[in-house]
């Protein structure tokens, strides 16, 4: 079956900086869209970052121009270069990925487990 698998998540100062990684492995025929969800103590979840099939990328206007998604297909990965980090960037971040599997028709929603950022002085 597909999973997801993030990693890069730490405890980091103001202003510094960390990079996240996030792996699609199993039957994975093919990845549409891909990105980072996250979640912060006593707040829902909410968009982050998403990289269209093609690349293009989006961002939540919280983030922009200072976070930066990316993608490589032959790897099935998706990065997240989070720069300039902020108290309110603390959070659980979450993979989230729309595949195409070998064996089922459509298209279907994955999730990682996760990776907590902490950003504090």
């Known amino acids: 079956q597909v999973q997801l698998v993030e990693s890069g998540g730490g405890l980091v100062q103001p202003g510094e900086s960390l990079r996240l990684s996030c792996v699609a492995s199993?039957?994975?025929?093919?990845?549409?869209?891909m990105g980072w969800y996250r979640q912060g103590a006593g707040n829902e979840r909410e968009l982050v970052a998403v990289?269209?099939?093609?690349?293009?990328?989006h961002y939540a206007d919280s983030v922009k121009g200072r976070f930066t998604i990316s993608r490589d297909n032959a790897q099935n990965t998706v990065y997240l270069q989070m720069n300039s980090l902020k108290p309110e960037d603390t959070a659980v971040y979450y993979c989230?990925?729309?595949?195409?599997?070998?064996?089922?028709?459509?298209?279907?929603?994955?999730w990682g487990q996760g990776t907590q950022v902490s950003v504090s002085s």
């Open positions: 199993g039957r994975v025929f093919s990845i549409n869209d």
């Open positions: 989230n990925a729309k595949i195409r599997r070998y064996d089922a028709t459509g298209v279907y929603d994955y």
């Open positions: 990289s269209a099939s093609d690349g293009s990328p």
